[in-house]
């Protein structure tokens, strides 16, 4: 498998977790060294992996399983580091998101999640889509 193609796994990954409020798999996805951020929209940035993970366990117990899709707009490596950039469906709320993963082995694991709203109409969204190829 491509660099990209299990950049874009580790993404999918991502969103199944967020999906299903599985806060396992969310743990799982997150790198267990090094600095890593989150910023969910409306909220105060989020630093450290043990404050990133309570927030999303706040978020889950919250709302519990939601219907979450995205669209894979961008994505690429600098080095050993993913970009993926994409727009998401939060209970038919429009967001636009970029998530950074780092190597971990043969792994990607996320580094940073930032969301905020979309301005202007959000296309519908079915699923991840391929971007075009750079």
């Known amino acids: ?24 798999q969310m743990t799982e996805l997150w790198a267990a060294s090094g600095p890593v951020f989150c910023c ?8 450290g992996r043990a404050a990133v ?22 994505r690429d490596t600098i080095g050993e580091m ?5 727009l998401e469906s939060v209970s038919g709320h429009g967001f636009i998101a970029t998530n950074l993963f780092v190597r971990d082995g043969k792994l990607w694991r996320l580094v940073h999640h930032h969301a905020g709203p979309f ?11 391929r971007p ?3």
């Open 53 to 74: 993970l309570r927030s999303w366990a706040e978020l889950f117990a919250n709302s519990g399983p939601m219907p979450i899709t995205h669209h894979l707009l961008a």
């Open 40 to 47: 969910h929209p409306g909220w105060q940035p989020i630093q």
């Open 1 to 24: 498998m491509s660099d990209l193609a299990t950049l874009e796994f580790a993404n999918g990954a991502f969103y199944e977790a967020f999906a299903a409020a599985d806060l396992a």
């Open 119 to 129: 301005a202007g109409k959000l296309p519908v969204i079915g699923g991840t889509a």
């Open 132 to 134: 075009p190829a750079n």
């Open 82 to 86: 993913g970009v993926v950039c994409c």
